[in-house]
């Protein structure tokens, strides 16, 4: 994959890198990643959930032989931990979600 390639390049050159039910798999991790329900994470439990959910799709292709689909699985990835995150307040000295 080139350095300076555009994103449809990228999606190109992983669909055809990819089997399509993995394909399938990655492009739904992506949108549970980003998804209502683990963005706004409220929930300790229902942003958990998405997370497992985004990790049982890519857990296959974290080890992948190809470096940019693995790359691009990890991004998914932190993406999702990081937003399953969102709802996590500090309080007195404790970090907490809001309920759960």
């Known amino acids: 994959m080139k ?17 399509e039910k993995e394909y399938d798999n990655l492009l739904q991790a992506a949108r549970h990643a980003n998804s209502r329900e683990i963005t706004d994470g409220f929930s ?5 959930r998405e997370y497992d959910k985004v990790l049982s799709l890519l857990a ?4 992948h032989k190809d470096s940019y689909v693995r790359g691009t699985a990890k991004n998914i990835l932190a993406r999702a931990k990081k ?3 969102k709802g996590l307040f500090d309080h007195e000295g404790k970090t907490v979600f809001l309920i759960d």
């Open 60 to 63: 296959f292709l974290i080890e």
């Open 83 to 85: 937003n399953s995150q």
């Open 3 to 19: 350095k300076n390639a555009t994103k449809n390049d990228q999606l190109a050159y992983i669909k055809a890198t990819l089997t």
């Open 44 to 48: 300790a439990s229902a942003a958990r």
